[in-house]
Structures are given as C-alpha cells and as structure tokens.
Nanobody, 129 residues
Framework: QVQLVESGGGLVQAGGSLKLSCQMSGRRFDNYAAGWFRQAPGKEREFVAAITWGGGGTDYAGSMKGRFTVSKDNAKNTMYLQMNSLKPEDTAVYYC??????????????????????WGQGAQVTVSS
C-alpha cells in the first residue's frame, strides 16, 4: 500500500522560502513519477511541478518557473519542492502525488490530476504580505 506524507508547510512572509517534503512509504519511489499540486480556498486544484521517475526531467507551471524547484531523492524515498520568492497568491494547500511507471515504459512528465493514482494529505502554506 502506497502512502505519501507531506511535511514542511507553514507561515512565511512574502519574499521568503519554504521547502516541502513528500515521503513515500510502502513502495520504492524510483518506480514512480511524481508531482506537486496546490489548491487555494474556492479554487480548483492546480498543477505546480512534475518530475520523472528517475528525477532527471522536470516541468513547472508558468508562474512557478524560476521560483520553485522540484527534486527527488530515490535513496530516501522522498520528493521535495523548494519554494523561493513566495507571494501571497502562493497561499494554498500543497499536495504531492505519484504514478507507478512500469519498467522500460519511458520517462514522461504528468501535469494533470487525473494522471495520478496516489495522493498525500496536503500541507498548508500561508504567505503573508
């Protein structure tokens, strides 16, 4: 049974930084492509960043490019999201997600919620102005 647990959320002032972690248990993370999404009150869940199973490929939503960095340490079974230059509009619950990748099936990136099978419980990030 795959479980994902986010940590590292909190309250930060505009311009500050936070680093979220997503720990996978129950399976090896190197068999999974992964991503980060966020959901603000009253809004739909939106794509933030994606990473390939091996960690060599990444993709970001437009407004996060240059500010956020996604990485994956398969030895630690953990994915990270480094968030810099945070803005009040980044305030949301951040979710990590994972999708099993069969061996030899490529290194695609997945940016839609329906692409993912497993989800964490979410971590609140609040950016004050």
């Amino acid at each position: 049974q795959v479980q994902l647990v986010e940590s590292g959320g909190g309250l930060v002032q505009a311009g500050g930084s936070l680093k979220l972690s997503c720990q996978m248990s129950g399976r090896r993370f190197d068999n999974y492509a992964a991503g980060w999404f966020r959901q603000a009150p009253g809004k739909e869940r939106e794509f933030v960043a994606a990473i390939t199973w091996g960690g060599g490929g990444t993709d970001y939503a437009g407004s996060m490019k240059g500010r956020f960095t996604v990485s994956k340490d398969n030895a630690k079974n953990t994915m990270y999201l480094q968030m810099n230059s945070l803005k009040p509009e980044d305030t949301a619950v951040y979710y990590c997600a994972a999708r099993f990748i069969a061996p030899f099936s490529g290194s695609d990136l997945y940016t839609n919620t329906e692409d993912y099978t497993y989800w964490g419980q979410g971590a609140q990030v609040t950016v004050s102005s």
